[in-house]
């Protein structure tokens, strides 16, 4: 490693802040620095988590969505996918098996879905907090007003999760139909901060056009945005969409975006998210030995999981299924790490 890069790595290091010049010869550099990066990422999620993976229970509401971004396969635009919305009953049902296992954080994501209006995620709020008043509650349920936002979080909603995708304009509009606006998104973002949930954003690594130097932008962003949890994963094409023919991201720099948003992040909730075990059988397991401290088991129902299909071929049964929590908690201690059931609240700690 030349003296130029350690010098770089020295300041990541110790101010857990980067420009976008140095983050960029860092990304222009990252087979020189990786398992650097790899090591200390390692070492500082242990000193602030101490090897333990915290699981949230994910429930799918609903695919269907009135926006068509060309990359995802919940697209209003795709006709071969078969749509469903689940009922509150359905919800509710995951919601008390989870509890029965041991869930103490939901997450309920789903497309931009019309019918699912405030009126129905206030009502559902107030029900999953009456079954689990002690249960953390996760929203990934798009763009929508301030008052939205403010009023889902007084029902009782704790976090939400908005991934930008892209922070650069052009590349925004490659992504995105013209009736869409990054400028919303992100003000989405600085309304969720503003209103005191615990938010997550993040990006696709490897999406159609996207350039390091896009990814030097998102981490920017990232940085100054100062989000609770970050969520990132490669782009996987599906074959419904208008980039069908596009190649997948790339796990090997999913996973060194991991290790440097660990060390730009260093309290931050980190999933290991199910597109790197699509692509990689080792996906998950090098998530969070460089830096992921989440893990998020599948409760949908069943007969709805592969209907969820944001990208081709997802992995959503096997390990990924909260039916089999008992074999991902030894998977984890094989790789030793402890599985464990607690809220995990972001929260900064003196290590």
């Keep these: 490693m030349t003296d130029k890069l ?20 860092l ?42 971004c060309y990359y995802c396969g919940i697209r209003r635009g795709n006709h071969n996918l078969h749509r ?21 954080t939901f997450v309920l994501q789903g497309g931009e879905d019309p019918l699912l209006d405030d009126d129905f995620y206030l009502d559902l709020v107030r029900k999953i907090k009456g079954i689990n008043p002690q249960a953390a509650l996760t929203l990934s349920i798009g763009e929508r007003s301030y008052q939205s936002y403010e009023k889902l979080k007084k029902a009782g909603a704790n976090r939400f999760l908005l991934r930008h995708e892209t922070k650069n ?11 869409m606006s990054l400028e919303n998104r992100i003000q989405c973002l600085y309304d969720l901060k503003e209103l005191g949930y ?11 056009g996207q350039s390091l130097d896009h990814l030097v932008e998102d981490l920017v962003f990232i ?15 599906h074959e419904d969409t208008p980039f069908s023919g596009e ?25 290991a998210t199910t597109s790197l075990n699509t692509l990689s059988p080792q996906g998950r397991d090098l998530a969070i030995q460089g830096g992921a401290n989440v893990y998020m088991p599948n409760l949908t129902p069943a007969y709805h999981r592969k209907d969820y299909a944001l990208y081709k071929d997802k992995a959503c049964f096997n390990i990924e299924a909260a039916e089999n929590l008992k074999d991902l908690k030894e998977v984890m201690e094989k790789i030793g790490y402890d599985l464990v059931m607690a809220r995990g609240d972001f929260e900064v700690k003196h290590v």
Excluded: W
């Design 169 to 179: 304009k052009k590349h925004y509009r490659k992504l995105h139909p013209k009736e």
């Design 6 to 25: 350690e010098g770089i790595v020295d300041d990541l290091l110790e101010d857990h802040r980067l420009s976008g010049e140095k983050l960029k010869v």
């Design 27 to 68: 990304l222009d550099h990252r087979e020189e620095v990786r398992q650097t990066l790899a090591r200390e990422a390692s070492s500082l999620t242990d000193r602030v988590f101490h090897r333990k993976i915290y699981v949230r229970g994910l429930i799918e509401l609903s695919n269907i969505c009135k926006n068509n």
């Design 84 to 104: 469903y919305r689940l009922s509150q009953e359905e919800v509710l049902q995951a919601v008390k098996l989870g509890t029965d296992m041991g869930f103490k």
């Design 247 to 271: 190649k997948p991201g790339s796990v090997e720099l999913t996973v060194f975006l991991i290790h440097l948003l660990r060390l730009l992040l260093p309290y931050a909730n980190i999933p």
């Design 223 to 237: 940085q100054d945005l100062e989000p609770e949890m970050v969520g990132i994963g490669p782009y996987i094409p």
């Design 198 to 208: 615990q938010t997550g954003t993040g990006m696709m690594v490897g999406s159609p």
